[in-house]
């Protein structure tokens, strides 16, 4: 981490303070005075010029050739009010002028920037006392102390293995370096933050343009406000310097700003939670989804098949025949097979091997023909065998058309996923419903224990496309696709969300909207409690703004809003916004 740029930013901010507890304390000491009315002006011009010389310095020297409208007219203002005479309204807009800059300059070094000097893979890298260098590595000394993004102490003995970001206690520490700043998990996250940041969704957008809308409308109000008095005789020589201190305010405290922190605060929340936001527009939705579709395997189910059941007389004769009939397939049943019992396989030996796509193998082999697939397969070549009647993938195996057993792969059910669906059903009226290509008794199965009573399986991707449409004609509202991210990417246009379980980072693609790591399906919850506190904040902040504008406007019509005022709004104000900017 860059300390220098840390302590800069640090001196700045408390510096701006310093400055302007100063002027306070001589705009109060004016206040205090109350004797000869020149002294008293005095006192507020200086304090003015304090806050304001800078600024103005810098204008005058040309140092600054882009100078936003906003402070422009604002910096307009406090010079028509001191040649006005207006020492109270100039102070005054000198003080929010300067809030609002120390506001800004708040938020832009929120973030501080950190030193992330590259190191190479293979490289030993020594680490002095404090120092952050960022890469995934191994500990090449005996024993080191690292902190840990949430501040907390970790102990790593030699060998142990060093993630990227973590901070060097020691006096020194040799790791050698596994992986690139830029390679590590840290770097993807931070990537992503930074554009969840940069990035604004359609709400954004309209608080953004509520905001340039309201300054609009308060600028050309006053404008004509001030012509009709003008026309009709009733102008007084308040009402100039009351229409540009309520132009001032308007243009210097923006409590909208607490909404727009807010918005962007959520997607950063969830992804401290390792959830993966790339549509925020999709995400501020979830709440309003009346229709939750599930894919199976990954999502509802471990995704790790196994084999659960040999129902044989004789196990390894069956595995043996297995073992040979799978052997020039890619099928992941053989990977399972193999991982149960594996033999050493002599090609000579298999003839007449055949695969029936979809069915099962034929082959012979030690003389004998061998039949090994489904039921029907089996059916098709008028064999006669046991129905094993267990939930799964069944695989029937036969010798010289005389069944000799099956075995039965299936997958189980997450326990995330039974605590999701429960947690869903009692915060939600949504619909629920699993697509599957699996056979039917599986699927129905799994519906039974989740309690989900729309279950569709066997189901080819044009027919998924065909049952997610005729659901949401039925089911009117918001639909979303909880799937992982084997799903074929066609039916993500079909929905208005898609929510994607994945393992890794690298699993990451464009078209989801929403990334659950760890495939951990409790996490959907976090997301929908999440908006749902978000909406009820937005609200409150949005209603909140609306009335603290109109009491300031309405103080200020009235000549009844004195500095005190302002000030104490500004940092009721300044408080929730530092309170929402601390959560990121």
Not at 24 to 37: E, G, H, R, S
Not at 80 to 96: D, H, N, V, Y
Not at 265 to 279: A, G, M, T, Y
Request: charged share 25%; glycine share 4%; net charge positive.
């Amino acid at each position: 981490m860059n300390h220098n740029h840390e302590t800069i930013t640090n001196e700045k901010l408390n510096s701006s303070m310093q400055k302007f507890l100063i002027a306070l304390m001589i705009y109060i000491c004016a206040l205090v005075i109350q004797k000869p009315f020149l002294y008293v002006n005095i006192l507020k011009i200086i304090s003015t010029v304090l806050l304001m010389g800078g600024f103005l310095l810098q204008i005058l020297s040309k140092k600054r050739k882009e100078i936003p409208f906003e402070e422009t007219l604002i910096i307009f203002a406090i010079i028509l009010f001191l040649l006005l005479g207006r020492i109270e309204e100039s102070t005054l807009s000198a003080c929010l002028f300067y809030l609002k800059k120390m506001s800004d300059n708040q938020s832009k070094n929120s973030v501080v920037q950190q030193n992330k000097k590259g190191v190479k893979k293979g490289q030993i890298k020594t680490l002095k006392k404090g120092e952050i260098l960022f890469f995934d590595g191994i500990l090449k000394m005996p024993k080191a102390y690292f902190l840990n993004e949430k501040q907390q102490k970790i102990v790593v003995k030699n060998e142990g293995e060093i993630k990227a970001g973590y901070q060097c206690l020691t006096k020194l520490a040799k790791i050698e370096v596994k992986r690139p700043y830029k390679n590590t998990e840290y770097a993807t996250f931070e990537k992503k933050k930074n554009e969840l940041e940069q990035t604004l969704s359609k709400q954004e957008e309209n608080i953004l343009n509520l905001t340039a809308l309201l300054q609009k409308i308060v600028v050309f109000s006053t404008i004509g406000i001030n012509l009709v008095a003008l026309s009709t005789g009733n102008y007084q020589a308040s009402d100039l310097p009351n229409s540009i201190l309520i132009i001032v305010l308007i243009f210097t405290i923006n409590p909208f700003q607490m909404i727009l922190l807010l918005l962007k605060n959520v997607p950063i929340q969830l992804l401290k939670e390792q959830i993966i936001v790339n549509d925020k527009d999709k995400l501020y939705e979830i709440c309003k989804i009346k229709n939750y579709l599930f894919e199976k395997t990954k999502t509802l189910t471990v995704g790790e098949f196994r084999i659960t059941e040999i129902d044989s007389e004789n196990p390894e004769e069956l595995l043996y025949y297995l073992n040979y009939g799978l052997h020039y397939t890619n099928h992941p049943i053989k990977r399972l097979v193999e991982k149960y019992q594996k033999i050493e396989i002599i090609e000579k030996k298999i003839k007449s091997y055949e695969l029936h796509e979809n069915r099962g193998i034929t082959y012979k082999i030690d003389g004998k023909k061998i039949h090994l697939g489904t039921l029907v397969f089996m059916k098709e070549n008028k064999i006669e065998i046991e129905q094993n009647l267990n939930i799964g993938t069944i695989i029937y195996v036969a010798v010289d058309k005389v069944g000799i057993g099956s075995i039965v792969i299936s997958d189980g059910i997450k326990y995330a996923t039974k605590v999701a669906i429960g947690e869903l059903k009692k915060e939600t009226n949504a619909h629920l419903a699993i697509l599957s290509s699996d056979n039917e008794r599986i699927v129905s199965a799994i519906g039974k224990e989740l309690e989900i009573k729309d279950k569709y399986s066997n189901l080819t991707v044009e027919e998924k496309k065909f049952w997610i449409r005729y659901i949401k004609q039925k089911h009117k509202g918001k639909t979303a696709l909880i799937a992982s991210s084997l799903l074929d990417k066609e039916l993500y246009k079909e929905v208005d969300v898609t929510v994607i379980l994945i393992d890794t980072l690298k699993n990451v693609e464009k078209y989801g909207d929403i990334y659950l790591l760890g495939c951990d399906m409790t996490k959907l919850m976090s997301v929908y409690y999440k908006i749902k506190e978000m909406r009820k904040t937005k609200n409150l902040y949005l209603f909140s703004s609306i009335i603290l504008l109109l009491l300031m406007a309405i103080l200020i019509g009235i000549e009844s809003l004195p500095l005190w005022v302002i000030i104490i709004i500004w940092w009721i104000l300044e408080i929730i916004k530092n309170k929402l900017r601390e959560e990121i």
